[in-house]
C-alpha cells in the first residue's frame, strides 16, 4: 500500500466530525432495537443471474427456519422494468444457484427437494420442474453449455487411492478411517477418500459424464474464486481452475486448465514460473479471449488478484504457441484487487467488484486500452451482471442498514426486508481515521446505540476482524453483525488494522510474520480514538473477535488489562499447534516465515500461550467441533490456561459447527450467550 500521507489536521478533522454527529433524528425514536427474533426472520436474498433478453432478474431468498434448523431457499424473479416479483419455486426442501437456459426459455437450478442436491428444470412459460441429474454425492454449480443440450456441474466421487479400507472386521462396519495424503479435510468437510469432479449433464436424458477422471480435485476445493468453471461461446472448450500437484496442502499452485473438444485431457496454460493461485475463468462473449484472475507470489492466498486477459486465436480457447506473449494484465499499476467480474456482451469492457477502503464498489474496465472507471460506489456491491446494451447493471447492494437486495443501476429492484426493516432503529457506520503503525494511516467504523442520547455515556463493544488479510464494510453481517450488538447499548468500533483488505497490497502485506506488533499498535491506537468520544465511558470497555480476531483477543488478554471482558471465537491460541492441525498448511508457512521445525522462533515469539501469565480479564470462549481451520484443541487450551489462571471463563462448543455458526437454533444461543456475557460485565445499574 501507499503510505497515506495524511497530516494530523485532517485526522483531527475526521475525529472531530465523528464526535459531533450525534444528535438523535424524531424518526430513529420512533423506532425500536433490532432482537433477535427480527434478525433472524429477515431474507437473505443472492446469486442474481440477469436473463438473456435482460427483462428478468432470477435470483434467491433464504429464510433462516428454526422450526427446522436450516435455512431454507427459493428461487424468485423479478421483472427489471416494474420490480413485480414472484417465487419461482415451493414445497420441500430448499432451491438455489437460478441458471437461465442460453434461449432464456427454461431455468436450471439446484434442489434438495428429492434425492439430495441435484439439477432441475424449469420451464418459464409454464409447467413443472423435472429432475435431471442424479448423481450420487448431488450436484452443485450448474453451467449451461452453450447450445441449450447440458450442463456442467460439480460433484463428489469416491477416490478410495486416498482411503484405506481395513477389511478386518468383515461383516462388522466400523466408522475407523485410514487415510495417507494431505488435505485429508477442509473447512468442515472431511475430504478423506473423496475427489470433486466435473460432470457433463444431459438435458435429454440425464446422463452424467465425469469429464474429470483424474486423481485432482476440478475444480480446486482451495484458493477458489467467483465460480472456476467457464465454456467457451462455441462450446467446444472448457476451462476450470485446479490444483495440479500431488500434494496440495503445502503449495497454492492452482493454475487454469483447458479441456478441449476430445474432452479427454486436462493442459495448463500457466507457465512454469507461476505458482500463485488462479481462479475464475470467463471466456469473451466473441470468443476472442479468456479472462482469469491471478495472485503472483506462491504460497500466499491473499495477494492482490490481478485481472489477466489472453488472446485466443480464432476465438476456439486453444493456447497459442505464443500465449505469453498475448497475455496481459488488465491491471497493472494497480494496487487492489479484483474480487469478482463479469464480461460486457459485446467483450470491450469487464465490469469488476472491488474492495476499496470499507466498501466494494463496482468498476467498469474497457477493453483494449484497461481505462478504469468506478461506477458504482458506497456499501457492499457484488455479483454483478451487465444487460445486452453493455450498461445495464444488476448487483447485490447492501450496507450496515440494509440486509442484501437486488439493485439494478443504482436503484433498489428487489424489497425482501423493507417492511421488516421499516420498525427498526438501525444507526449508520461513521467512519474515522488515525495515524497508526508505521506512520500510516488506519481507519475504522463506529455505530451509535439505538435511541442515542448524546448526554449519556455508554460502554463500548471492540469488534476485530479475522482474515487476516480481511476488513470490516460498510455491509449487513450474517454472523457478526453490528446492529445486533448495539441493540444492547453498546457503542461499536471496528478498526482496519495493518492485514487489512482494501487499502493496497502494502498495507496488506504488513501482517504477515508480523501478527503481535503492527495490527496490536493499530488495534490499541484506535481504541484510543474511540475512548475519548465524549458519549463512550473509557471504563466499560469489551473486545470480541474471531479466527485471527481471536487470536488478537488472546493477545490482548496477554498485553493489555484496558478491556472489562472479553469474547473469543475460534481463536489462534497455539501458534505451533495451529500449525500443525490446520488443514490449509501454506497459510501458515506464509504468515510465520516457515513451518514450526524450521523458524520456531517466530512462532514462540508470536503465540498467546506464551504470556497467559499476564491474563486477568473475563473471557468467553467459543469454539466447535467441526472446525478443520483453527482445531477445537486452540480452544481446549485457552480455556484451560484461562481456569488454571484463575480467570473467570466460560466456554461455548458446538458440536454440529464449524468455523462458522450457521445453524438456526445454534446462532440464537451464540447471540444469547455472547450479548449476555457482555452485558453482565459492562452494563451497570449506575447506567441503565
Not at 444431459?202 to 483424474?214: E, I, N, S
Amino acid at each position: 500500500m501507499e503510505r497515506w500521507n495524511v497530516g494530523r489536521t485532517l485526522i483531527l478533522g475526521i475525529v472531530l466530525t465523528f464526535q459531533l454527529s450525534n444528535i438523535p433524528t424524531v424518526v430513529a425514536a420512533q423506532k425500536r432495537a433490532i432482537t433477535f427474533e427480527d434478525y433472524i426472520a429477515l431474507k437473505s436474498v443472492s446469486d442474481p443471474q440477469l436473463s438473456p433478453d435482460g427483462k428478468w432478474v432470477a435470483y434467491t431468498v433464504s429464510t433462516p427456519s428454526l422450526q427446522d434448523n436450516r435455512n431454507v431457499s427459493r428461487v424468485w424473479v423479478v421483472e427489471v422494468a416494474t420490480g413485480s416479483a414472484r417465487a419461482l419455486t415451493g414445497g420441500p426442501g430448499s432451491d438455489r444457484q437460478p441458471r437461465w437456459s442460453p434461449d432464456g426459455k427454461t431455468l436450471a437450478f439446484i434442489s434438495t427437494r428429492e434425492g439430495g442436491a441435484q439439477v432441475w428444470l424449469l420451464p418459464i412459460a409454464g409447467g413443472d420442474a423435472r429432475k435431471v441429474s442424479s448423481l450420487a454425492d448431488g450436484a452443485s454449480d450448474p453451467v449451461w453449455l452453450p447450445d441449450g443440450s447440458a450442463l456442467l456441474v460439480v460433484s463428489d466421487i469416491k477416490w478410495p487411492e486416498h482411503q484405506e479400507i481395513d477389511q478386518r472386521n468383515g461383516e462388522y462396519s466400523t466408522e475407523a478411517r485410514i487415510w495417507t495424503g494431505l488435505m485429508w479435510r477442509h473447512w468442515d468437510d472431511f475430504r478423506a477418500g473423496k475427489r470433486q469432479h466435473l460432470f457433463r449433464v444431459d438435458v435429454a436424458t440425464g446422463k452424467a459424464t465425469d469429464l474429470t477422471p483424474v486423481d485432482h480435485d476440478v475444480p480446486a476445493i482451495a484458493t477458489g474464486g467467483d465460480g472456476d468453471v467457464a465454456v467457451s461461446p462455441d462450446g467446444e472448450v472448457i476451462a476450470v481452475a485446479m490444483h495440479g500437484d500431488s500434494t496440495v496442502a503445502d503449495n497454492t499452485n492452482v493454475d487454469i486448465y483447458l479441456i478441449g473438444p476430445e474432452r479427454a485431457m486436462l493442459r495448463s496454460i500457466s507457465t512454469v514460473a507461476e505458482r500463485g493461485a488462479e481462479n475464475t475463468p470467463r471466456f469473451s462473449p466473441d470468443g476472442t479471449m479468456l479472462a482469469w484472475l491471478s495472485m503472483e507470489r506462491a504460497g500466499f492466498e491473499a495477494d492482490r488478484q490481478r485481472l489477466i486477459l489472453l488472446a485466443l486465436p480464432g476465438g476456439r480457447g486453444r493456447r497459442p504457441a505464443n500465449a505469453s506473449g498475448q497475455s496481459g494484465e488488465a491491471t497493472a499499476g494497480w494496487n487492489l484487487s479484483v474480487g469478482s467480474y463479469t464480461w460486457c456482451p459485446n467483450s470491450r469492457c469487464i465490469y469488476a467488484v472491488v474492495e476499496e477502503r470499507g466498501r466494494d464498489n463496482i468498476y467498469r474496465i474497457d477493453i483494449p486500452g484497461y481505462k478504469r472507471t468506478r461506477l458504482i460506489a458506497g456499501g457492499v456491491n457484488t455479483g454483478t451482471q451487465v444487460g445486452p446494451d453493455n450498461r445495464t447493471l444488476v448487483y447485490l447492494h447492501q450496507s450496515n442498514t440494509q440486509p442484501p437486495e437486488v439493485w439494478v443501476s443504482g436503484k433498489a429492484l428487489t424489497h425482501h426486508n423493507d417492511s421488516a426493516l421499516a420498525t427498526l432503529d438501525l444507526p449508520p457506520l461513521e467512519e474515522f481515521g488515525f495515524v497508526g503503525a508505521l506512520g500510516d494511516s488506519v481507519f475504522g467504523w463506529s455505530q451509535k446505540p439505538p435511541g442515542f442520547d448524546p448526554t449519556r455515556t455508554y460502554p463500548l463493544i471492540y469488534l476485530i476482524h479475522g482474515g487476516p488479510q480481511g476488513a470490516w464494510t460498510d455491509s449487513w453481517g450474517p454472523r457478526w453483525n453490528n446492529q445486533m450488538f448495539a441493540a444492547r447499548g453498546f457503542v461499536v468500533a471496528e478498526v482496519n488494522f495493518h492485514g487489512s483488505t482494501g487499502y493496497g497490497q502494502k498495507f496488506t502485506d504488513a501482517i504477515s510474520q508480523h501478527w503481535g506488533d503492527y495490527p496490536y499498535e493499530d488495534v490499541m491506537k484506535g481504541v484510543d480514538v474511540v475512548a475519548r468520544l465524549p458519549y463512550v465511558d473509557s471504563t466499560r470497555m469489551g473486545a470480541a473477535g474471531a479466527s485471527y480476531g481471536g487470536y488478537m483477543v488472546y493477545w490482548i488478554a496477554g498485553h493489555s488489562n484496558r478491556f472489562k471482558v472479553l469474547v473469543d471465537h475460534d481463536g489462534v491460541f497455539n501458534t505451533t499447534s495451529m500449525a500443525g492441525s490446520t488443514e490449509e498448511l501454506w497459510f501458515t508457512d506464509w504468515e510465520f516465515g516457515g513451518t514450526p521445525y524450521a523458524n520456531r522462533a517466530l512462532y514462540e515469539k508470536r503465540s498467546p500461550l506464551n504470556f497467559v501469565s499476564n491474563w486477568k480479564t473475563p473471557m468467553l470462549i467459543v469454539h466447535s467441533q467441526l472446525d478443520y481451520r483453527v482445531d477445537l484443541s486452540e480452544g481446549y487450551q485457552a480455556f484451560t490456561a484461562a481456569k488454571r489462571m484463575g480467570v473467570d471463563a466460560k466456554f461455548l462448543y458446538f458440536p454440529d459447527e464449524g468455523h462458522w455458526v450457521l445453524r438456526p437454533r445454534n446462532r440464537r444461543i451464540w447471540w444469547g450467550t455472547v450479548l449476555d456475557w457482555l452485558e453482565v460485565h459492562l452494563h451497570e445499574s449506575a447506567h441503565p
